[in-house]
């Protein structure tokens, strides 16, 4: 039987595998079926309706999104009749819909707004039957309005499939139902792990980023503030895409010079907190392979929604997690120490800004003791991507022509090694790079450790580090965590060797170039595209590893001592602890 | 059980039954459970020992005998004279029945009609009520015990069984696509069509599932069925699997009857032990047993993606059809859903024939069908007709018109999913292309009467806040269509609708139809749009009145 | 003090037992019902610790309807807290953990058998308390988000323990066109409860139900199983009483759980 059906949409002849839907086929005749529901990295769930199109010779309404083309089929996508039935689906949709667009995070950004735009709506003619819900910003990550939900169920499917944390669920039926956290508790108290996965999947308003940028505006206009800011290795190939820049272009120094232009009195750079991490991590890595002092494998601690899973549903891993703080959780210790030393400046007066891809950075900045090391609040706000899009959007600056700047500290100088923390694999690549020179002394002969890349959801090798078989996993998208855990546990209670050595893991997918908090519309093709603005960069960079980051041992020198010294511990590093999956 | 036993067992219990004078069944259905009916069974037993004559009257629970409204139903069968049916029997009237029939007919003598205290108490089983039903799959209601299989196996129980494991599957598929059986639960796909795709797809692990989820308000055919019958819908389901080649059954019954539950719980049992069901079927070397999974109040769940979901032990959410459940189904395994009545029709085909069955009915819809007669009819209940008999047959001479003497308006089939059918078009005969073309359907089987006090309007509105209620919510055109529609009924409702109102529930209700994801959000503005298409003035007869210009 | 001028809106909501306050984007602040607090008394003090200085908060009481403009007081406005905090009812004892895991233990090996167990707890204590969900789902592998999600989907689940008698009353098609409403609001009116509470001694709980199958018998009630039927739509008060007489026994114990 051939694998190719052959149909027409709207007269033309198409020809596809079998089991494509007629919203894929669709493409192949130039044909765009608008959706609403439908996402690219999720299941068809068809809950909309938008996406319907006619078969011509029964005049049956299917929909796009979640039907296959047979053979023989004769499509029609735009019909009067059919246009007439979307906008009344439509109609109906914004009926149930608070409009607040004026005053909504999502304003020119939301893809029910899109389409009403795209359809005309002027006025829908019926009553406004929007249910009074309310508004949970309970974790301080993400905001969850259930009266903006269109109740697609992406982020049920993201949070309950893709990240396997199942905070949210859909609650009642009908007409009430809603997304909340099981049993209607705030979502500080359920499972959620502040990954901001439904944030950054949610086609509308009713879940968004917690935004803080007005704090940040408060700080910037009062003089007594010294606002100091970083910003992550995945923000600098991201944020060009809310002023139009190709997807993946590294804008590095135009971030640098907006900031200075917003009134930062110190532009640093997350990187270099990355090329330390690697540092104390690689230190760490060495002891426990080499020197026995500690459990194996070791696991990557700096994506704070990875910890947040591991504390509730992963405590058993404690021993195996690295004690490195987040790379920006460093640059803002070190920033309230080591710089405000240097400086003469009062740290009580620094405010430290995080630009981050991420949601759970907000509350990572709380989490324990540990996070005021410097004796103040390590990090005083983290705001996304896309708060800082918005931001210089609001600041008046042509992001688009402003000139490139330099950072202004050795706290934002950085090799390529802490560039590519922004991709999954990333971390593993850097560290190996660096744990390579310390088993050996000398340089690895291929920097490119490309067993690490790429978007498979677990990434196993096995890395020959002078004669010493190392043998990594990397995995990203929380769900995918589940298998390598599962090993590493077997292997325990089997008493037999560890399955790997050394584990690296991103709670989202793609890594940070894929998280929460980054602009809207991420895809696969999306999230290469961003990495590879790294991994670019990484490879035109003069000094690929941390190791050789000369301000990294400048830091050493002036202040730190050495890696795993008594003052790194008390600023580099954190612990960890058993939460409950639920507080209630 | 080897297929030979079969006749051994049925030929041992026959004699028993026949020493018996005299039996008694007393329905012990849910409904006239509700009437005591337990009580009566236990008062005919007290009187019949203390008179010591046990030995000589049996008494037996019996499945739905249709009259409901008049229950407890008890029906009296003897060698020697006609059946007699009581009515409204009390506990405390089993004495009396005792005394007054049971004991003269014993003594030989022949009673007609039983008089004094009973005569108001007796059904004439000549009344177009009884007389003019042709019972197929009520065939054993009233003249079996629902509790015992070898009462089921005396009237040729699983005879229909033994034969479909001499044939070949495609040929039962043949035979029930011969018979012209099509769906009882409302969509009316032919069941040997259905059988056959599920047949064809290859697969180690296939599901037959009896769908028992009768959620429409107001039809009670399946509980019946499965409370007075359940043997009969297992042997449906043990030929469905070896049409299929299935290897699971699966009951999903709603939970609100708990009694069939039991019922099927207890026959499964039953059927186990006796080597019909299990690991050894018949002897024949194949093992086939049931699951019983409840439903817990969805009406959703009777779609079949929904009651899949439902199975699977999440929210009984629909998904897009294809791939379909013949494809790809429970666990995502090639399953088969049948109604109820659907698989309690199988054994008396395969039994007595394709063409027996097909000799029944109108061109396109074949066999009998129950209906669940209830609202202002005078006769209120279980009924079994054949296809092709008029509506006004069913309503006027079985119903018995309405039983306040008003006159009917309309009636309503196909529950929330149906529409109504105003009395001029009575004259048309019972089959899914004719109900479909009044602009209702056939459904499950409800059949609510209304007269000319009733208000369709009011109707209507129950209807659709049903089907608010009972929206999964997955889809927007059903979640928030069926809101907004209700919404505007209100206001007419009310009296503060407009005319523009009435062209909005239009536009609404098209959209509803043409793109819910579901039969249930495709259907839900149905009985709406025929109420308004027949009764459109009753509508425009409570808008807001339209202010006249002051001169 | 100056008086701020932009108006926020106050969200008074009600999460199992705490109160949570919230304004739109801003601050969160929650709170537990203690017999301390004011909210008992049926007032919001000034003292709740609310946001300072806002001097025009506004409440939506507790499940008042979308859309509707009244219902709107301040803080201090004693009769929006009272309808805003639900009379704490005594409480209801959950399962006992050893037959929660009798249950698990029945049911975990089952594929796909959440709604049966649910059924199982259900019918042990009339209703599914939160800590036994969350034991179940512990034992049988399942997240809490998926028990809830299915509780609440299906209609059959309570998630508050209710009274003792449950009066259900049919509004199936054949019980509405026979006047069930009218049953039911003379019943609401009897017990002065609203459809799907129980009154407040916890001896009655009035539902509605979809259709028990005895159509023939329309209208009818069926309290804890056993049915009322052929009942005349205005006298709830007589339905009332026949209940109070009768106090018809919880049906028999389903099977046993270790079977």
């Not at chain 3, 946001?51 to 506004?58: D, S």
């Not at chain 3, 003792?164 to 006047?179: N, P, W």
């Amino acid at each position: 039987m051939s694998n190719t059906v052959h149909a027409t949409i709207n007269g033309l002849p198409v020809a596809v595998t079998k089991g494509t839907s007629i919203l894929d086929a669709a493409r192949q005749v130039h044909v765009r079926i608008p959706t609403l529901c439908k996402h690219p990295d999720l299941d068809a769930t068809g809950a909309c309706g938008i996406c319907i199109v006619q078969i011509k010779n029964n005049g049956k309404m299917l929909r796009a999104c979640c039907t296959a083309v047979e053979d023989k089929m004769e499509i029609l996508t735009e019909t009067p009749e059919i246009v007439d039935v979307r906008r009344s689906v439509l109609e109906l949709i914004l009926s149930r819909h608070p409009n607040e667009c004026l005053t909504c995070l999502r304003n020119q950004n939301c893809e029910l707004q899109t389409l009403a735009a795209d359809f005309g709506l002027t006025w829908t003619g019926l009553d406004s039957i929007v249910p009074e819900h309310a508004i949970d910003d309970s974790t301080h990550s993400i905001v969850l309005d259930s009266r903006k939900c269109i109740t697609c169920g992406r982020c049920i499917q993201v949070c309950q499939q893709d990240q396997n944390v199942w905070a949210l669920s859909f609650l009642n039926r009908g007409f009430e139902t809603r997304i909340a956290a099981a049993g209607d508790i705030p979502l500080w108290d359920s499972p959620c792990v502040r990954c901001g996965q439904c944030s950054a999947h949610c086609p509308t308003g009713a879940i968004v980023e917690y935004d803080e940028s007005v704090k940040v505006w408060e700080k910037l206009e009062d003089p007594d503030a010294y606002c100091v800011v970083q910003i992550a290795p995945a923000v600098r190939v991201a944020v060009g895409e809310a002023f139009g820049f190709p997807v993946g272009a590294n804008l590095t120094g135009k971030i640098y010079a907006a900031l200075r232009r917003m009134g930062f009195k110190a532009v640093f750079d997350t990187n270099f907190g990355a090329d330390l991490t690697i540092i104390e991590e690689a230190t760490e890595f060495k002891s426990r392979l080499l020197e026995g002092k500690g459990v194996l494998p070791l696991i990557t601690s700096c994506c704070p929604g990875w910890v947040n899973f591991m504390e509730k549903f992963h405590s058993d891993m404690i021993p195996h997690f690295s004690s490195c703080k987040s790379p920006h959780a460093m640059v803002g210790a070190l920033t309230k120490t080591y710089y405000a030393q240097k400086q003469g400046i009062d740290p009580a007066k620094i405010f430290m800004v995080s630009i981050m891809p991420c949601t759970a950075k907000k509350s990572e900045i709380i989490r324990s003791k540990e996070m005021y090391s410097s004796g103040y609040q390590d990090v005083d706000v983290s705001i996304t991507t896309r708060e800082f899009a918005r931001m210089i959007k609001q600041s008046g600056i042509d992001f688009v022509t402003i000139p490139n700047e330099p950072c202004d500290h050795i706290l934002g100088m950085y090799t390529g090694a802490g560039t590519i923390f922004g991709a999954t694999g990333g971390v593993m690549e850097a560290a190996l790079r660096t744990a390579y020179f310390y088993v050996t002394g000398g340089d690895a002969p291929k920097l490119d450790f490309t067993a690490t890349r790429g978007l498979k959801g677990v990434k196993e090798a096995s890395i020959d580090v002078a004669g010493t078989t190392v043998r990594i996993a990397v995995a990203h998208g929380l769900a995918n965590v589940e298998q390598v855990i599962d090993k590493i546990r077997a292997a325990k209670e089997a008493g037999e060797e560890p399955p790997y050595h050394f584990v690296e893991v991103m709670a989202c997918p793609g890594g940070c170039v894929g998280g929460g908090g980054q602009p809207y519309g991420a895809t696969n093709e999306l999230r290469i595209k961003r990495a590879e603005g790294l991994y670019s960069e990484d490879f035109a960079d003069q000094l690929r590893c941390s190791h050789h980051n000369p301000y990294i041992k400048q830091l050493y020198d002036e202040f730190l001592g050495a890696p795993a010294s008594h003052k790194a511990e008390q600023l580099l590093h954190t612990g960890y602890q058993v939460l409950p999956e639920y507080k209630r | 059980m080897k297929p030979e036993e079969l006749e051994v067992k049925a030929a041992a219990e026959l004699a028993k039954q026949q020493a018996f004078d005299v039996r008694l069944f007393t329905c012990s259905s849910r409904g006239c459970q509700s009437s005591e009916a337990l009580g009566v069974i236990a008062g005919l037993k007290a009187e019949l020992k203390a008179r010591q004559l046990e030995s000589r009257v049996q008494v037996n629970g019996s499945g739905c005998m249709g009259l409901c409204s008049k229950g407890p139903l008890v029906r009296m069968t003897s060698k020697t004279q006609k059946d007699i049916l009581f009515s409204e029997i009390k506990p405390e009237m089993a004495a009396m029945v005792v005394e007054q029939v049971v004991v003269p007919v014993l003594e030989g003598k022949t009673i007609e009609k039983p008089g004094g205290d009973l005569e108001h108490h007796t059904l004439d089983l000549n009344d177009p009520f009884f007389a003019m039903q042709v019972y197929s799959v009520l065939e054993n209601n009233g003249k079996i015990d629902p509790e015992k299989l070898d009462d089921y196996i005396a009237r040729d129980g699983y005879k229909a069984l033994r034969k479909a494991l001499t044939m070949s599957a495609e040929d039962i598929c043949k035979e029930m696509l011969a018979s012209g059986l099509r769906g009882r639960g409302g969509a009316g796909f032919p069941t040997g069509l259905k059988w056959d795709l599920t047949r064809k797809v290859q697969s180690d692990v296939k599901y037959i599932i009896c769908n028992g989820d009768e959620g429409d308000p107001g039809a009670f055919m399946d509980g019946s069925v499965l409370e007075g019958d359940p043997h009969a819908v297992i042997e449906g389901m043990l030929i469905a699997a070896r049409a299929m080649n299935a290897t699971q059954g699966v009951f999903y019954i709603r939970a609100e009857y708990p009694l069939a539950v039991e019922r099927v719980e207890k026959a499964l049992r039953q059927a186990r032990v006796a080597g019909l069901a299990g690991k050894n079927v018949m002897d024949s070397g194949w093992a086939f047993d049931f699951e019983i999974r409840l439903g817990a109040g969805a009406f959703v769940c009777g779609e079949e993606t929904a009651l899949i979901a439902s199975i699977e032990g999440k929210r009984g959410t629909p998904r897009p059809r294809p791939p379909f459940p013949a494809v790809k189904g429970l666990w995502d395994q090639p399953s088969c859903i049948n109604n109820v009545e659907t698989l309690a029709n199988v054994p008396i085909i395969l039994l007595k024939g394709a063409p027996w069955f097909a000799s029944r009915g109108t061109e396109k819809s074949k066999g009998t069908k129950l209906f669940a007669l209830t609202g202002k009819s005078k006769n209120n209940g279980l009924v079994e007709v054949p296809m092709g008999m008029t509506l006004r047959d069913v309503i006027e001479k079985i119903g018995g018109g309405t039983d306040s003497g008003l006159k009917i308006k309309a009636i309503q089939t196909g529950g929330p999913s149906g529409g109504m059918i105003p009395e001029h078009q009575f004259d048309t005969p019972v089959s899914y292309e004719n109900l479909q073309q009044l602009g209702s359907m056939m459904g499950s089987g409800g059949m609510i009467v209304i007269d000319e006090h009733d208000s369709v309007v009011e109707l209507a509105q129950f209807y659709l806040d049903f089907c608010v209620d009972e929206s999964c919510g997955k889809c927007a055109p059903c979640r928030i269509g069926g809101t907004q529609m209700l919404h505007l009924l209100n206001k007419i409702v009310a009296g503060t609708g407009t005319a523009e109102d009435i062209k909005t529930i239009r536009k609404v209700a098209k959209a509803m139809q043409k793109a819910s994801l579901c039969a249930l959000g495709q259907t839900a503005p149905n009985p709406t749009l025929s109420a308004l298409r027949h009764f459109e003035h009753e509508f425009t007869e409570r808008l807001l009145p339209v202010a006249t210009p002051k001169a | 003090m100056t008086a701020i001028t932009y108006t926020v809106r106050y969200r008074l909501v009600q999460f199992g037992q705490s109160l949570v306050v919230t304004n739109r984007g801003g601050a969160w602040i929650r709170g537990e019902i203690s017999p301390e607090g004011a909210v008992e008394s049926g007032v919001l003090s000034r003292d709740w610790p609310c946001a300072a200085g806002v001097q025009t908060p506004e409440i939506l009481p507790w499940g008042a309807r979308p859309g509707k403009r009244g219902g709107r007081g301040t803080m201090s406005t004693p009769i929006e807290v009272a309808t805003a905090v639900k009379v704490a009812a005594p409480k209801a004892p959950a399962a006992p953990k050893d037959e929660i895991t009798l249950i698990a233990n029945k049911w975990k090996n089952k594929r796909g058998s959440l709604i049966m167990a649910l059924h199982d707890l259900q019918s042990r204590v009339g209703y599914v308390p939160r800590e036994s969900a969350m034991r179940l789902g512990h034992e049988m592998d399942v997240p809490l988000a998926r028990i809830y999600e299915v509780v609440t989907f299906y209609n059959y689940f309570k998630l508050e323990a209710p009274g003792k008698y449950v009066i259900s009353v049919c509004l199936g098609t054949a019980c509405h066109i026979k006047g069930s409403a009218e049953l039911l609001a003379g019943m609401e009116k009897e017990l002065k409860v609203r459809e799907g509470q129980s009154t407040p001694d916890k001896e009655y709980h009035l539902q509605a139900v979809r259709c028990l199958g005895c159509c023939g018998l329309a209208p009818l009630v069926s309290v804890n199983g056993k049915v009322y039927a052929k009942l005349k739509t205005n006298e709830s008060h007589h339905v009332i009483e026949r209940i109070q007489i009768d106090k018809p026994m919880a049906e028999a114990d389903h099977e046993s759980l270790a079977e």
